[in-house]
């Protein structure tokens, strides 16, 4: 079981409560000890970040009954700017937005590298200055329309510009007056109240994505610092019937969705009508169930006194395992509480103020 520490992990009781468990619990593990049998149970993995609520099914599989036999498809270079790397970074930049304060722009004078190789390696040496510098940060690629690459990045704190200037000046090495002046720039967030939308739509422009022919091993278009996005995760374990009935609570939060999607498909389509090309970028095989702006969602349910399902469970801190020490199990020095907790979902708050 690959479950981290840092996962709250809760079992669902036959009276609809959950019971908070450790993760080497031998009730969630895959191999009961008590029983001497595999466990075949349910798992319903949820990850809860400021902005957004994932959900999914994650059953349990043996390691027995796990086909080692296939291979890993190897990822190949990258040629373009995809839907699934524009979509992956809207996800970040509306999650870690409201912690950026400042964004920087850098550029090429002009004599500048089509290499994408050397551009990265310069873009790397500015990184970690940032990180020298105790910066956190997201850093985007896009090209000009004389075809030569720049750089916006975000950093979470202010940072003097004249620093940025020397900086990629000396990283650039272009011995050119006028990138000293114009290369850089220097910019403070203003946009408090929609600062996601502000940041995705103003570095995710897609006649700037568009690589020049001529340009050879672009790379990644974007990336971030490590330990910039939080996020909660939570796995709760149970029979089929017990998971389903979880399921059940989510049933606002899943009409929220799809109506979401909705309107995402008619944008898509009123987009690629002149072209006579739609493709369904929104589909789902499996249980899975991913919540844009759910904070909004939460505060419109915060009026009628209602809370969502996942977000009761937030403030449960993960039960530490035993520790074995010398042939003998040592229980922890803080041990939490783990008495069951009663889950009232939206369907029962529903019923009690019999708003149907």
């Not at 620093?163 to 002046?181: A, F, T």
């Not at 199990?329 to 939490?336: D, G, L, R, T």
Request: charged share 30%; hydrophobic share 30%.
């Amino acid at each position: 079981m690959n479950t981290k520490n840092d996962t709250t992990c809760f079992l669902a009781c036959k009276d609809g409560s959950l019971e908070p468990v450790a993760y080497t619990d031998s009730r969630i593990s895959q191999w009961n000890a008590d029983e001497q049998n595999y466990n075949y149970l349910s798992v319903l993995s949820i990850k809860v970040y400021d902005k957004d609520l994932h959900v999914a099914d994650a059953y349990q599989v043996p390691k027995h009954r796990i086909d080692t036999t296939k291979e890993r498809k190897k990822r190949g270079s990258i040629k373009k700017y995809s839907f699934g790397a524009s979509k992956r970074c809207k996800f970040f930049m509306r999650n870690t937005g409201h912690l950026m304060k400042v964004i920087i722009t850098l550029t090429y004078p002009k004599d500048y590298p089509m290499d994408g190789a050397t551009v990265k390696s310069h873009l790397h040496t500015f990184l970690s200055w940032l990180r020298y510098h105790r910066y956190k940060y997201i850093w985007v690629l896009e090209f000009q329309e004389r075809g030569a690459p720049h750089f916006h990045i975000l950093v979470d704190k202010e940072i003097p510009h004249q620093d940025v200037v020397q900086s990629w000046y000396r990283i650039v090495g272009s011995n050119d007056e006028k990138h000293l002046k114009a290369g850089t720039e220097v910019r403070a967030i203003r946009a408090k109240g929609s600062i996601g939308y502000y940041l995705t739509s103003y570095m995710e422009k897609s006649k700037q994505k568009a690589v020049p022919q001529e340009y050879e091993k672009v790379g990644r278009f974007w990336g971030n610092s490590r330990g910039l996005l939080v996020e909660k995760k939570i796995r709760i374990y149970g029979k089929r019937e017990d998971i389903y009935h979880l399921k059940g609570k989510l049933r606002v939060a899943r009409r929220f969705d799809v109506a979401q999607k909705r309107q995402w498909e008619a944008r898509a389509k009123a987009k690629c009508k002149e072209k006579n090309k739609f493709k369904k970028f929104y589909k789902s095989s499996k249980y899975s169930l991913k919540v844009t702006n759910s904070d909004k969602l939460v505060e419109e349910l915060s009026k009628h006194n209602i809370k969502l399902f996942p977000y009761e469970l937030l403030d449960v801190a993960p039960v530490p395992p035993l520790q074995r020490r010398a042939g003998r199990i040592e229980a922890p020095e803080v041990v939490p509480v783990t008495k069951k907790l009663k889950i009232t979902g939206y369907t029962d708050l529903l019923r009690e103020k019999s708003l149907y």
